[in-house]
């Protein structure tokens, strides 16, 4: 059995992790800890909840106490970056109970919180600075710190970084840090991006990766209840929870205004809730997370602010209220329970609006997940497009039977009325066409709408542009009639396009 003792880590460490009760390093800090201590460039890939913090910030630190400096006053030595400031305080905690009886000192930057503080404290000198990257640069551009002798940079969650759209702010702090740097980054994911990020970042990078791509803790037991709407969710959920209420329950909401009213009215009927959200408050949020960890409430209702970032062991149940948009984010979600070897169950509620969104994750999961109550349409195919016709919570049939269909023009759409993936209804050979999945009766062609916004090419000739992108070409498609760049007509900000019968048409 391999122990921490055997990946070459030095007495301070050993006995640090010896007072916190750690005895043998999960797969990925077995795996990492050694390459990391070797000043390699790392990609880390594991699911949440395997102990990532530990795999890239113990070799960290016995690096920094080997080199026995202290940093110069508004500087550092390590830089580590995380999407949500739940997760930067979740890696900030683990840090000090690894740095305690050390030098070694520990600072988190935050959105949130106040500004002047965190450069007061930043004022000093900083060992290790665990930063969202929004503040991290209010906090450079006051000229409260400065990254020129970090010599270490780790990307924690990169992929949900990218998700929140940082991708500039990782570019401008990135330079910020010196090129002779160790750079490492985790991930419970790997999408294209975070190889482009990579390739952009690390040099010469190995790669350790103890779970593929998009799996769940072993221990998640996975359900879906299809139902009709929400008034349904809510009522199975009120149960579920009457059912188990020892349990301590993570429900994630897709939006801050259906997470606080979904979290109000499981207050007023009887439950113990709190809720966190980006409206809420730093201190209201770490308020209600302390009392979520300490058994004060047994609810908490989220939204993915809390997908990563909540190291709370005793979760019991994952409620999916609503699907997430990004088939990612669910994995990230049920995360939160099953950690550190317990067992958990994850059930996700499916309206019809959401069959596409179920779709997706279980093709990125390579799993079908068991239906708990309800029936999916008889159409929707599992992973590797095999039917989910007839099959139930146990896997046997059901029946098969069809789910009411959609009313008449109607098709798969989201929550903001959008056909899902720009799919168009199947054609017929008589020309009509058929809503897939959700109803047998024919709908007559419609013309394409012209998208908002595109200007259509000149003489009636086809757009060959994609949808929704200007049609220009180096100035060539400009409005030559009104002289402005943009077509103004009179200083206005009035553009024009043409319908498919040839008439012009303006926009406000």
Do not use: W
């Amino acid at each position: 059995m391999t122990t921490f003792h055997d990946l070459g880590l030095s007495k301070n460490v050993l006995d640090a992790l010896a007072a916190l009760g750690f005895d043998k390093p999960t797969p990925i800090q077995e795996k990492a800890i050694p390459l990391v201590l070797a000043g390699n460039d790392l990609i880390g890939l594991a699911q949440t909840g395997t102990g990532k913090t530990a795999a890239f910030g113990l070799p960290m630190i016995e690096r920094l106490l080997a080199e026995g400096r202290r940093p110069d006053p508004r500087n550092i030595r390590a830089l580590i970056l995380a999407p949500t400031r739940e997760l930067v305080n979740q890696i900030a905690d683990n840090l000090r109970d690894f740095v305690k009886k050390t030098p070694l000192r520990v600072v988190t930057v935050v959105g949130g919180a106040s500004i002047n503080k965190q450069s007061e404290m930043l004022s000093r000198g900083t060992d290790i600075l665990v930063a969202t990257p929004g503040r991290l640069l209010d906090l450079v551009a006051r000229k409260s710190v400065t990254l020129t002798q970090g010599r270490y940079l780790v990307l924690d969650e990169a992929d949900q970084m990218l998700d929140l759209g940082f991708i500039h702010d990782l570019r401008k702090i990135s330079k910020l840090v010196p090129k002779n740097r160790q750079t490492l980054l985790f991930s419970a994911t790997m999408p294209k991006l975070i190889a482009e990020l990579a390739g952009e970042y690390l040099t010469n990078p190995l790669k350790v990766e103890v779970t593929p791509p998009g799996k769940a803790a072993d221990k998640v037991e996975q359900y879906v209840h299809f139902v009709p709407g929400k008034d349904h969710k809510t009522q199975i959920l009120k149960q579920t929870l009457t059912d188990n209420p020892d349990g301590l329950s993570l429900i994630f909401s897709r939006t801050k205004h259906g997470a606080e009213k979904l979290m109000k009215h499981l207050d007023h009927v009887g439950f113990k809730a709190a809720s966190i959200h980006g409206n809420k408050s730093q201190g209201q949020r770490e308020r209600a997370l302390k009392a979520f960890r300490d058994g004060e409430i047994r609810v908490l209702v989220a939204t993915d602010v809390a997908a990563r970032g909540i190291d709370i062991p005793g979760v019991t149940h994952v409620y999916n209220y609503d699907l997430p948009e990004v088939p990612d984010a669910y994995v990230h979600r049920i995360g939160r329970t099953a950690r550190n070897g317990r067992d958990g169950i994850a059930i996700a509620f499916c309206a019809p609006d959401d069959i596409r969104l179920l779709r997706d994750i279980e093709k990125l999961m390579g799993i079908s997940i068991a239906v708990a109550s309800g029936e999916a349409p008889v159409d929707l195919p599992g992973p590797g497009g095999k039917s989910r016709k007839g099959r139930n919570g146990g896997g046997q049939r059901n029946g098969g039977q069809q789910r009411q269909p959609r009313p008449q023009g109607q098709g798969a759409r989201g929550a903001n009325g959008q056909q899902r993936n720009g799919e168009r209804p199947a054609p017929r050979a008589d020309g009509q066409i058929v809503d897939r999945g959700f109803t047998d009766r024919p709908q007559k062609r419609q013309e394409p709408r012209q998208e908002r916004g595109e200007l259509a090419a000149h003489d009636g000739a086809p757009n060959r542009h994609a949808p929704g992108r200007p049609a220009q070409k180096q100035g060539d498609h400009r409005n030559r009639n009104h002289g402005g760049r943009n077509g103004a007509n009179n200083g206005g900000n009035r553009s024009q396009s043409r319908r498919p019968n040839g008439q012009r048409r303006e926009h406000a």
